[in-house]
């Protein structure tokens, strides 16, 4: 069913053995020398193992200033080749190739990890990191260019296959190509030209310094997606240029950090968001094309191949999720790759938040994948996991797998628990194909389940288990405000569910994720929503690229929303509030939803206090908190018991 991908390829001197690409994706696992670590080489290793044709070691920065992350991975340093040596050999110890990223951030960075002024073509600050740049001089170009090579010579002497130059997502080379943000009126800015001076220097002297029989891959935005950026039209004279020069092939993606959320687009943007773009390369210069973006589908991926949109297929975050992805599709078991939801709660959320590095909402031993092994348990329990939710089909799962005997209970007769409210809201469906998942894989390690099945303390004492698992989650929260607990106010939870009727003319009490995403549920049913919130934003709690379209979208829909005000009294047709010492009143409503957030429900833990001894309440029966963390819970205690 799925042939052309698992046909081999040849660019240049180098032949893959199929057509999915693991592409760059900063980890940050590196050190803040810029060294590659044992994790980072754990982490790429598995995606070989599992049978990628070819491993694109993420953004390299090939000079100091060129980084935009602490611990990005670099090649600026002969003491950087040793790491990358022994990365190479890890990747080629199992039939795969290892391409380099050639990186510089120029203006897309801070100078707190750079610890001074970044450059750029122009001093123009990017939208993003705001900070002006200091706009290079002709030898601060001609250094860059140099470091260019040197990276790249490295690279070579390191063992790498290919090299892949970063042309995309507004960075420097990017950066010089662009009249967004270049405005120099010498020989590298204003024609057409001029604004390709630097990235030719660049390939021809990384050319140089590796040879004619070497792959050099260029990374492309097809689209720049912001006013006054590059477009489609254009960049296809550019990628014809840039195809003279010497290039072997183009990897197609989207963006710069102005138009962030389609680089790295969340499920709210189409799934292979740029196919028809890489076609579009690919037509214009003959070369071989890498197509990147929501690719998700083994079969869509299959059908870009074999109907020639594209030769190469990357597959980012699926691989993030499942290394072993190459090697399922080639025997059939689709059901059993793992797969990604287009969240972004992890790649994008983790290293944009306070951890700064890689992790994955459905995979949490990414990055951790020695600390997360899933060995035998050294005594075989008898374990009883209560709710079905992420966290307690995650545990179930990973206990059977390790030879335990689970039983996995849930009161409500489906699997999924909050989760699957969550996957209700519009564009959130993928979300549902983690629950099937982890049903499924649950079923195949041997658990047993027993849905619709609430479980008491009768329930434990007949069952007579070693150990319990409370993952029964968690109940909407109900604060401490007049009016709160009034039989007329509704649940966002029973609003998503069907369980609760709303009228035309709704008032949502809380702006969080729930809040606004029920707000875009009762929205796309044509009622009038009015959005009543604490902070001084809405959905702090989403994720940035995902927060991007939910505030687009409420936007377009006409939520009508009122921050900064403090609920003092629910009435029986709206509510009283305070902003900044001053009473206000919001009323005429015919349905009040309450979306206030969470609270444990764990009521089972002092119901069979006594009758076990081993007990572990995980995810938000613990503490109400996001499902990435919920899962990582469940995997961190099953990996142990
Ligand atoms: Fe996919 Fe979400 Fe994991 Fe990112 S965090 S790889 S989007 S499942």
């Known amino acids: 069913m799925v042939k052309s991908i698992f046909s081999p390829i040849t660019i240049n001197q180098m032949t893959l053995r199929n057509r999915l690409v693991v592409p760059p994706m900063v980890t940050n696992y590196g050190t803040e020398k810029g060294e590659v670590t044992d994790r980072l080489i754990t982490y790429l290793e598995a995606r070989a193992r599992g049978g990628f044709g070819l491993i694109t070691l993420e953004a390299t920065a090939v000079h100091p200033g060129g980084r935009g992350f602490q611990k990005q991975v670099g090649l600026w340093d002969d003491s950087q080749i040793p790491g990358l040596a022994d990365l190479a050999a890890a990747i080629h110890r199992h039939g795969a190739r290892l391409s380099v990223q050639l990186f510089h951030a120029g203006r897309q960075t801070y100078s707190a990890v750079l610890g001074t002024q970044s450059v750029s073509a122009s001093a123009v600050p990017c939208p993003v990191c705001k900070e002006v740049p200091r706009e290079l001089n002709l030898s601060g170009i001609k250094e860059i260019v140099r470091s260019f090579a040197k990276a790249a010579e490295r690279a070579r002497i390191a063992g790498a296959d290919a090299l892949e130059i970063h042309g995309a997502h507004g960075y420097l080379v990017n950066q010089f190509v662009s009249p967004y943000s270049n405005r120099r009126v010498d020989e590298y800015g204003g024609s057409l030209k001029n604004r390709m001076r630097f990235p030719l220097e660049v390939i021809a002297e990384v050319r140089k310094a590796v040879g004619a029989d070497f792959p050099v891959i260029y990374r492309i935005s097809a689209r720049e997606r912001v006013p006054g950026g590059l477009t489609l039209e254009e960049n296809l004279v550019i990628a014809r240029i840039l195809s003279e020069a010497g290039i072997d092939a183009f990897h197609v993606s989207t963006g710069v950090y102005g138009s962030m959320p389609y680089i790295i687009p969340p499920y709210s943007l189409p799934e292979g968001l740029n196919v028809e773009d890489a076609h579009a390369i690919r037509e214009a210069t003959g070369l071989p094309v890498i197509v990147a973006g929501r690719i998700t589908e083994v079969f869509m ?118 989760f699957r409210l969550a996957a209700l809201p519009p564009e959130k469906q993928p979300l549902a194909k983690l629950i099937r998942w982890q049903a499924d894989q649950a079923a195949k390690a041997g658990v047993t389940v027993k849905l619709g099945n609430e479980v008491t303390r009768q329930v434990v004492t007949d069952a007579r288990p070693d150990t319990v698992v409370v993952a029964t989650g968690g109940k909407p929260l109900i604060p401490r405000i007049p009016g709160a607990d009034a039989p007329w106010v509704a649940s966002a939870w029973d609003v998503l569910a069907g369980k609760a009727p709303t009228g035309q003319n709704v008032l949502i009490m809380g702006g969080g994720s729930v809040g606004c995403e029920t707000a875009d549920y009762l929205l796309h049913l044509e009622k009038r929503v009015t959005i009543v919130e604490m902070l001084g934003e809405l959905a702090r709690d989403v994720e940035s690229t995902t927060r991007y379209f939910l505030l687009q979208r409420l936007n377009n829909l006409g939520a009508n929303v009122v921050l900064n005000a403090t609920i003092v009294e629910i009435t029986r047709d709206g509510v009283i509030y305070e902003r900044q010492g001053q009473r206000q009143e919001l009323r005429g409503f015919d349905t009040l939803v309450a979306a206030f957030g969470t609270a444990p429900e764990n009521s089972l833990v002092k119901d069979i206090l006594g009758i076990v001894t081993e007990v572990y309440v995980i995810g938000d029966a613990e503490e109400p908190r996001r499902a990435i963390d919920a899962i990582r819970d469940a995997e961190k205690l099953a990996t142990r018991i």
Not at 376 to 403: D, S
């Open 301 to 418: 991926a299959e059908s870009i191949v074999s109907t020639g949109k594209a030769d190469m297929v990357a597959m980012g975050r699926a691989s993030i999720v499942d290394p072993d992805l190459p090697r399922k599709a080639a025997a059939g078991a689709f059901d059993d790759i793992r797969p990604c939801i287009s969240c972004n709660q992890g790649c994008i959320g983790g290293l944009l938040g306070p951890a700064m590095e890689m992790s994955c909402l459905v995979n949490p031993t990414v990055g951790k994948e020695k600390e997360f092994a899933v060995t035998p348990a050294p005594v075989k329990k008898k374990v009883m996991v209560v709710g079905a939710g992420p966290a307690g089909l995650e545990a179930a799962r990973i206990l059977a797998q390790r030879g335990h005997s689970v039983v996995l209970s849930d009161k409500s007769d489906r699997f999924g628990g909050q």
